[in-house]
């Protein structure tokens, strides 16, 4: 790397975004990231970039620095003990808004407001 180093966030199409040393690399965007000790390098064509913020290093390597650890795609969201408790409770949501639903048509359709529920309906 040459000794004029930048240092910059970048963004990249896609909602993606790295910071580190940048410089051009035969047409790339040259990008090392600092990773503990060391970098790590990313080559990104001019086509995938969005915008460059040229900052000082120590928000560069702030910016680089991950905080948000990767999740499984098998990981569960829920417990299976929440999941049942949460359908059981939609359940008895469900069947007392059914009930209410049934009552207030019965109320409607016995002062001739609303016709009568046709045999449709009640599927």
Request: charged share 25%; aromatic share 8%.
């Amino acid at each position: 790397m040459s000794e004029n180093l930048q240092w910059a966030t970048v963004d990249l199409m896609g909602h993606a975004q790295t910071a580190g040393r940048i410089e051009m690399a035969g047409g790339l965007l040259r990008v090392d990231v600092p990773e503990g000790d060391g970098y790590r390098t990313e080559y990104y064509g001019m086509s995938a970039i969005y915008s460059i913020k040229l900052v000082s290093e120590e928000i560069a390597r702030a910016y680089a620095h991950r905080t948000i650890d990767v999740m499984s795609f098998d990981a569960p969201i829920v417990s299976r003990e929440q999941h049942i408790a949460a359908r059981r409770q939609f359940e008895e949501t469900e069947s007392l808004l059914r009930q209410r639903i049934f009552e207030l048509e019965r109320r409607l359709t016995a002062v001739n407001v609303l016709p009568p529920p046709s045999e449709v309906d009640n599927e």
